[in-house]
């Protein structure tokens, strides 16, 4: 995942998003989204699914949101401890970016 996350930031023809079926553990998914956040900012997509049944994509969001929030709520404390104001417009663009809008601005660029 390291070296994905560097050629991610490197070559502007890749974008990184979500985490293989298999991959899809807790301790997973939060070590390569810490990786990801530390590496890339918010220039990636959290989660995608190519789950084929609405149950397990439902079961994915619920346990994905939750990992996300833990991480995000630990990114923004480290922020506030240098002094950092984070403002709830600050939440909504990075989540916002998490949630799809890297991957929308990614399509946007001209390669």
């Known amino acids: 995942q390291h070296e994905a996350a ?10 990184l998003w979500g985490c293989w079926w298999y991959c899809n553990k807790p301790s997973v ?18 989660q995608a699914s190519s789950a084929r049944v609405h149950d397990q994509l439902i079961y994915k969001w619920i ?5 996300l929030s833990k991480l995000l709520v630990g990114k923004y404390s480290d922020l506030m401890a240098t002094g950092w104001k984070v403002s ?4 909504r ?17 001209p390669l």
Do not use: C, P
């Not at 998914?29 to 959290?46: A, C, D, H, I, K």
């Not at 346990?63 to 990992?67: G, K």
């Not at 709830?88 to 939440?91: C, E, P, S, V």
């Open 6 to 15: 560097v050629l991610s930031s490197k070559f502007r023809n890749l974008h």
């Open 63 to 67: 346990h994905s949101r939750s990992l």
């Open 29 to 46: 998914v939060t070590e390569v989204t810490s990786l990801r956040l530390e590496m890339l900012g918010m220039n990636f997509t959290y």
């Open 93 to 109: 663009r990075d989540v916002h970016r998490l949630l799809g809008g890297a991957f929308e601005d990614f399509l946007q660029k």
């Open 88 to 91: 709830r417009g600050d939440i």
